[in-house]
C-alpha cells in the first residue's frame, strides 16, 4: 500500500468490498483503487482524490473489458471436472461389480450347495459399496475451488485472467494465469477445508529451510511443483515480457491462518495466499500499461490454448 503525499491520513488501497465515494457517492467497486481514512472509515474514489498511480490508471483506461477480448480465456476447473466426473463413475462402476459379483456368488453357492451353501454365505460378510477414496475425492473437492479462484479473479478489473491453460505435448494443466500491471502470475488453487497454513523454517541459525506447513504436514512440495508452471509461462511469452517478471502463487480455499498471519508471505519464491487478498496482490503498480497486457495475454493464450 502506497501512501498519497499530500495526505498523510489517507492509504491507496485496492478495496476487498464495493462501497461507496464519500465527497461524489460515486460507487466504489470490489477490485478498485481508492483512498481509505482509517479514522472516519470512509472511501474516496480516484477522481475526487486528483491523484493515482500513473501506471495503474494508464492500464485501466487501455485495457479492455475480459468479453471484448478475441481470445478464449477458459472455464475455471473445467478439466479438473471433466477427470473428476471419469474417475468418480469408474469407480461407481467398479463398486457395481462387486456388489454383483457378491450376489451372485451367494445365489449360486446356495443352489449347488443348499446347507453348506448357506451356511458360507451366512459367515461372509457381504460386499457393500464404499465411500470413494481420497485419490477420488481430491480430484472431485478440487473442481469447486478452481471455480471459486477464477470467480475472483474475473472480478478483478484492470487484469485479464486466463484459466485451465493447457501445456502443448504433455497431460498438464496451469490453473489460472492473471496478466497485471506488474507482470504475468502463475496460480495454483489448492482446496485444505479447515486446514492451517503455516510457515516454518526447518533451518539453523544462519541458514534458512523454510517449509510449507499445511494442517501440520510438511506439503512444500507444492511450492516446488511451480517451477514447470513458471518456466512454461516463461517461454510462452519471453520476447514481450522485457522488464516484467513471472510471479508463481499457491492461493488456498477453505484453509485457515494464525492471527499474526494476516498477510501472504512467500515461500522459496513463491506466494501463499488466499482469495481475499488477490486485489491487493494483483493491482500493485508496474511497467505494463493496457496494450502490452493485451499483447501478452493473447500471445499466452494462443501458445497456451484452453484444457
Not at 105 to 121: C, F, N, T, V
Not at 215 to 240: F, H, N, P
Not at 291 to 301: D, F, G, T
Amino acid at each position: 500500500m502506497d501512501r498519497l503525499a499530500d495526505t498523510p491520513w489517507v492509504k491507496m488501497l485496492v478495496l476487498r468490498r464495493q462501497d461507496s465515494c464519500v465527497s461524489c457517492g460515486r460507487t466504489v467497486h470490489a477490485g478498485e483503487r481508492a483512498g481509505w481514512d482509517s479514522g472516519s472509515k470512509t472511501v474516496t474514489c480516484l477522481s475526487c482524490l486528483g491523484t493515482a498511480s500513473t501506471a495503474t490508471e494508464s492500464s485501466n483506461q487501455a485495457f479492455p473489458e475480459p468479453s471484448a477480448l478475441a481470445f478464449d480465456r477458459g472455464t475455471a476447473g473445467r478439466s479438473v471436472t471433466r477427470e473428476a466426473e471419469r474417475r468418480s463413475a469408474r469407480y461407481e462402476r467398479q463398486q457395481e461389480e462387486r456388489v454383483t459379483a457378491d450376489r451372485v456368488w451367494r445365489s449360486r453357492i446356495k443352489a449347488e450347495h443348499p446347507i453348506a451353501g448357506r451356511l458360507a454365505a451366512a459367515v461372509t460378510p457381504k460386499v457393500r459399496a464404499e465411500p470413494a477414496p481420497q485419490h477420488v475425492q481430491a480430484w472431485v473437492t478440487g473442481a469447486p475451488g478452481e471455480r471459486k479462484v477464477g470467480e475472483a479473479l474475473d472480478a478483478i478489473a484492470g487484469i485479464v485472467a486466463l484459466h485451465d491453460r493447457h501445456k502443448p505435448g504433455s497431460r498438464s494443466n496451469i490453473d489460472h494465469i492473471a496478466v497485471t500491471p506488474a507482470g504475468v502470475w502463475v496460480i495454483d488453487a489448492k482446496v485444505r477445508p479447515g486446514k492451517r497454513l503455516e510457515l516454518r523454517n526447518k533451518g539453523g541459525l544462519f541458514a534458512r529451510d523454510e517449509r510449507l506447513i499445511i494442517g501440520g504436514r510438511d506439503e512444500t512440495k507444492l511450492v516446488e511443483s511451480m517451477g514447470w508452471q513458471v518456466e512454461t509461462v516463461r517461454q510462452s511469452c519471453a520476447d514481450l515480457l522485457v522488464d516484467a517478471v513471472v510471479q508463481p502463487a499457491l492461493c488456498f480455499v477453505d484453509a485457515t491462518v494464525g492471527w499474526l498471519d494476516r498477510q501472504p508471505w512467500t515461500v522459496r519464491g513463491v506466494v501463499v495466499c488466499w482469495r481475499a487478498v488477490l486485489p491487493e496482490l494483483l493491482l500493485r503498480p508496474g511497467p505494463l500499461d493496457g496494450r502490452r497486457m493485451s499483447e501478452l495475454a493473447e500471445r499466452i493464450a494462443t501458445r497456451l490454448p484452453a484444457a
